[in-house]
């Protein structure tokens, strides 16, 4: 009996380890695990790697979506825009729509001086697109890096700027669906809908710059 708890103790401990490894979606030299949404391998003619960034090429456009899928996750990356620089991170994508924001929550990037929609807290630098505000506003000036982490467990979403938690919510709440109801949103049936999912970075809006992407499931 003694070796049995032994034996299972160390397969529960291998276990917890494996669960909260990094995987590492880009490291300044090598894409791993991204591909073109809806497409079946990396987009290599709309984004490049330059100088230990992941970058859009200006003129073309086509979001990044990860291989794997995710329910309870932390992400982590950093990004920069140029004047006027607009993109988005998304999550619990799905492939289902023609555009990944027909389901996919998003947390805005944006250039908050130049861009219109910094005109609006609501569509703001970190705030979750179109419902949620950041509740203080610590972007960096633009051609400076923001580093993000998005944190899910158990349907709570926390969305962090430059190491402050700037928004948390409960995904999938009657608090969130009233937020819906007032946003574009209201009109995608497909949007918030999934319960575990992709996650997405826009390539379409402009000049972007991203590295350190890294993803761990929780």
């Known amino acids: 009996m003694k070796n049995l708890i032994i034996i299972f103790s160390s397969l529960?401990?291998?276990?917890?380890?494996?669960t909260n490894k990094w995987e590492v979606l880009f490291d300044g030299e090598r894409v791993n695990g991204l591909r073109g949404y809806r497409q079946s391998g990396f987009p290599s003619n709309d984004w490049a790697v330059v100088d230990g960034t992941l970058k859009t090429i200006p003129g073309h456009g086509v979001d990044l979506i990860s291989e794997n899928i995710y329910k309870d996750f932390e992400l982590e990356l950093e990004w920069k825009v140029t004047t006027g620089g607009n993109s988005g991170i998304f999550y619990y994508a799905t492939e289902e729509g023609d555009y990944i924001w027909q389901s996919a929550p998003e947390m805005q990037v944006l250039d908050n001086d130049v861009?219109?929609?910094?005109?609006?807290?609501?569509t703001s630098a970190g705030a979750l697109y179109a419902m949620i505000a950041?509740?203080?506003?610590?972007?960096?000036?633009?051609?400076?890096?923001?580093?993000?982490?998005?944190?899910s467990k158990n349907k709570k979403i926390e969305h962090w700027l430059n190491g402050t938690k700037i928004l948390e919510y409960i995904y999938g709440s009657e608090a969130m669906w009233e937020l819906v109801a007032k946003?574009?949103?209201?009109?995608?049936?497909?949007?918030?809908?999934?319960?575990?999912?992709?996650?997405?970075i826009q390539g379409d809006h402009g000049e972007i710059w991203y590295?350190?992407?890294?993803?761990?499931?929780?």
Do not use: Y
């Open 12 to 18: 529960t401990i291998f276990s917890c380890v494996n």
């Open 115 to 122: 861009h219109t929609d910094g005109k609006n807290t609501l």
């Open 134 to 151: 950041p509740k203080e506003v610590v972007v960096n000036p633009v051609g400076e890096f923001n580093k993000v982490r998005i944190i």
């Open 183 to 200: 946003s574009k949103f209201s009109t995608m049936p497909l949007f918030g809908k999934a319960s575990e999912g992709h996650i997405g």
């Open 211 to 218: 590295r350190n992407i890294r993803i761990r499931k929780l």
